[in-house]
């Protein structure tokens, strides 16, 4: 067993819903893209929270497939986004003409995906598409909408399947709540 499950209050999001869910993303992607005349397409993870979900995912798209990264900074060592989303490592590849699927951890407040897809529409690609692992709308302040979405939850603190607090938990197989009294332990203030 692994010892980080212990942390949690509760599981929200099981390891097999995961996998389920996956799946089924793999299919509605490829279907959609391959409905639209689509061979190939340009995979924007947002790290390092996504990583883990992009890895999954990618392998369930049977397309050609380009792969690149963005670095944001949101939350820090906080559970409650700080100030504005900073970009601070952007894409290599040249994605003019291309069709992007960017693909993130967790649409909550809007604002780092939002900031993200007018960065990369000023590259000039064909076509823009989001997927996200996770839903948060409770905490939307920006309005955006994913293309694709893997679970909606409700408005908590969220670990697991690459979803950190403080650079941990991201190697939990599911998606939980870590226990209040773990969330800014005084140790950590």
Avoid at 10 to 30: N, P, Q
Avoid at 83 to 112: A, K, S, Y
Avoid at 133 to 156: C, H, Q, T, W
Wanted: hydrophobic residues 40%; proline residues 5%.
């Amino acid at each position: 067993m692994n010892p980080l499950l212990q942390d949690l209050e509760k599981i929200l999001v099981s390891e097999d819903a995961i996998k389920k869910r996956i799946d089924e993303l793999g299919i509605e992607i490829t279907r959609d893209y391959l409905n639209a005349g689509v061979q190939e397409l340009t995979i924007v993870a947002i790290t390092n929270g996504a990583i883990i979900f992009t890895a999954d995912l990618l392998r369930k798209i049977p397309l050609r497939t380009r792969l690149d990264c963005v670095r944001v900074s949101s939350y820090q060592d906080e559970t409650k986004p700080i100030g504005e989303p900073q970009i601070i490592d952007n894409i290599r590849l040249n994605i003019h003409g291309r069709h992007v699927l960017m693909i993130d951890d967790i649409l909550d407040t809007g604002r780092t995906c939002s900031k993200i897809v007018h960065a990369l529409k000023t590259k000039n690609p064909a076509t823009i598409k989001t997927c996200m692992l996770l839903d948060k709308k409770g905490r939307r302040e920006v309005a955006f909408e994913a293309d694709y979405v893997g679970f909606k939850i409700p408005n908590e603190f969220v670990v697991g399947y690459g979803l950190d607090f403080a650079e941990n938990y991201r190697s939990l197989p599911c998606i939980g709540v870590v226990k209040a009294e773990l969330q800014n332990p005084p140790e950590w203030t």
